[in-house]
């Protein structure tokens, strides 16, 4: 059965998501984050070159009506690709203020989508859609190499060495879940849970056990600061 993700959203749930990312990007600044917003910049570049590159440009599977695809993707792209890269980041980090930074992402979610239901009738009407049938496959491929290298690493190194499996795997899958469920509840994704559950089991959590070992090498030598870390 093949998922298809697709949203309706209006041009002010746009601009309303642009002020977030600005004000998540000024609050890591400010925090000295300097690690995790450098790697949610490159997780924008990368959603880019996988949307619009891959879905949009080769695969054609990427379906923008409404606004321009270049623009809309690359908006759509740093959006989520920041924001998810950036939480991801901190979750590893163990980060002291985790749950704070949790609800500041979330609740921006959230509220840039019911504040463009409310006030977004002016602006127009955007719907993308996503085909998933020629490459979810190779997406489960691709999560089911990465998890096989992490327990086999688990398998090799001595029990204090270990990749906390468990902690890597919830966060592949509730980070995904988190925005996919701001979608389904708020009407911008209303097609039922199946998007939800699989997105949520395949599209973050596939990339978690590579970032794991990024973050382990970057953080063996550069503190969150990017300061030489001490050993």
């Known amino acids: 059965m093949e998922v298809i993700p697709s949203r309706m959203l209006n041009g ?53 009506t409404g606004a321009n695809p270049f623009w809309f993707l690359l908006w759509l792209s740093i959006s989520y690709g920041f924001t998810n890269f950036v939480w991801i980041w901190l979750w590893l980090d163990r980060d002291k203020h985790i749950f704070e930074w949790s609800v500041i992402i979330v609740s921006g979610w959230f509220a840039s989508a019911l504040l463009s239901q409310n006030f977004g009738g002016g602006f127009g009407e955007i719907s993308i859609s996503r085909g998933t049938e020629s490459y979810h496959g190779i997406m489960a491929a691709i999560l089911f190499v990465g998890y096989a290298i992490l327990c086999v690493y688990n398998m090799r190194v001595p029990k204090e060495q270990r990749a906390p499996l468990g902690w890597i795997l919830a966060i592949g899958v509730l980070v995904q879940f988190a925005w ?25 959590n596939l990339g978690l ?8 090498a970057v953080t063996k030598r550069r503190s969150e600061d990017l300061s030489r870390a001490v050993v």
């Open 180 to 204: 996919e469920f701001v979608l389904l509840i708020s009407g911008i994704r209303a097609q039922g849970i199946a998007p939800l559950i699989v997105n949520s089991l395949l599209e973050t």
């Open 12 to 64: 002010l749930y746009i601009w309303l998501d642009i002020a977030f990312l600005c004000f998540l990007f000024i609050l890591l600044l400010i925090r000295k984050k300097y690690a995790a917003l450098l790697f949610g910049l490159f997780g924008g570049i990368l959603y880019f070159a996988v949307d619009y590159g891959g879905f949009y440009m080769l695969l054609h599977t990427r379906v923008v």
């Open 209 to 216: 056990p590579y970032i794991y070992f990024i973050h382990k």
